[in-house]
Structures are given as C-alpha cells and as structure tokens.
T-cell receptor
C-alpha cells in the first residue's frame, strides 16, 4: 500500500518550452501533496504544498508563475515548469500525505528534467 | 543553525555490521520523525515513523528518539550491501505548517561485502 507514481520519469526539452509532471497516489487519498526539488548530492528542498481544490502554498524563493501546481483531485497533482531554462534542470519529486498514518509522506520515484 | 542537522558521511561498513545514523534538531515544537532511504536516482522510501521518545523496532531497523537531548537515531542490524543508500532523517511540523517535513542533509552509507 501507499504507492505514489510520477510521470514522466525523465524528460529532455528545449529551453523555452513548458513541461508538465504528474503525481498520483495510487491506493490512498492524499490530503496534501508536496513538490520537492533535489540537486545532486543534496537533500530535498520543498518547493510547494498543495491541497485538493485550493491554491498551492509556495516556499520562499520559489516563483509561483514559474512552477504552476494544480491539485485536481485527492489522488492527482501536477507541476508545470513554464518556459523552462537550463537552470531548471533538476530532479523533481512529489510526495503524498495520507494513508494509514496521516502524518506520513510517501514519495514518488521522481522526474529527472534536463533543459537544453 | 539548521533545524535538522545530519552528518553527511560518507559512512562505510563491512557486511554484518551494526550501523548507527544520527540527527539532531533544534525546534522543540510539536514534532514527529521519519527516516527515509534513498537509492541513487530514486525517490525516498519511508523506513520508520515515530513521534514519541524511546525505541521503535521494525525488522533490522530501530528508530530511537531522545527528546530531552533533541537527538534521533536509526540503527541497522546485520547490514547488507543492499542497504547501501543515502539515509535521510526528517522532522515533521505542527501548527500552521502541519504535515511539512524538514530534512537533514542525508548520510551516504556503503556496506561492502
């Protein structure tokens, strides 16, 4: 139980294009989903928190217009990187809070983004 | 001072050794703690969850919390090469930040045969 999927697992795009990443909780309803970014050999950096049906809450320094988050249902959240640039290249990971123990977060497998 | 401090290692041990991974934290507000294991190029995998002081055991893993000294530990018994990964401790927040996790830097562990 408590499986979270992400799609795509990796993506390569040209500078200036937009990329959408999907995060799904497969066997539980997630009260909240989180989006993280991770650079090589570094820990996870929280970008934003999203609750179903409401606007996402972004961490300080994260551009809302750059990283659009839509939490359409209790099992689906999407992150769109708009007008991507090479500095946006990173490992993006989502997590979903819920399951048997409400405080626990279960992570997706991550999406590796490379912007050329 | 970072809210959660974790020695990044790297830590290298022989197969079968007992591994001790440690973190300290600075904020004493309502908290709960988790340990995650992350293999290279993968998402973190939840290993242990605890919110009270004392020990919690699950198979070869034991999570220990000492709230008086703000110290959390993860012990791995009979370590295996498949345990080689980065281990992340995390502290959960309460109040208006309920549900958000603050992660330590992660400890890189290598278990060699």
């Amino acid at each position: 139980g408590a499986v979270v999927s992400q799609h795509p697992s990796w993506v390569i795009c040209k500078s200036g294009t937009s990329v959408k990443i999907e995060c799904r909780s497969l066997d539980f309803q997630a009260t909240t989903m989180f989006w993280y970014r991770q650079f090589p050999k570094q820990s996870l950096m929280l970008m934003a928190t999203s609750n179903e049906g409401s606007k996402a809450t972004y961490e300080q320094g994260v551009e809302k217009d750059k990283f659009l988050i839509n939490h359409a249902s209790l099992t689906l959240s999407t992150l769109t990187v708009t007008s991507a640039h090479p500095e946006d290249s990173s490992f993006y990971i989502c997590s979903a809070r819920g399951g048997l123990v409400e405080e626990t977060q279960y992570f997706g497998p991550g999406t590796r983004l490379l912007v050329l | 001072q970072k809210e959660v401090e974790q020695d990044p290692g790297p830590l290298s041990v022989p197969e079968g050794a007992i591994v001790s991974l440690n973190c300290t934290y600075s904020n004493s507000a309502f908290q709960y703690f988790m340990w995650y294991r992350q293999y290279s190029r993968k998402g973190p995998e939840l290993l242990m969850y605890t919110y009270s002081s004392g020990n919690k055991e699950d198979g070869r893993f034991t999570a220990q919390v000492d709230k008086s000294s703000k110290y959390i530990s993860l012990f791995i018994r009979d370590s295996q090469p498949s345990d080689s990964a980065t281990y992340l401790c995390a502290k959960g927040a309460g109040g208006t930040s309920y549900g958000k996790l603050t992660f330590g830097q992660g400890t890189i562990l290598t278990v060699h045969p």
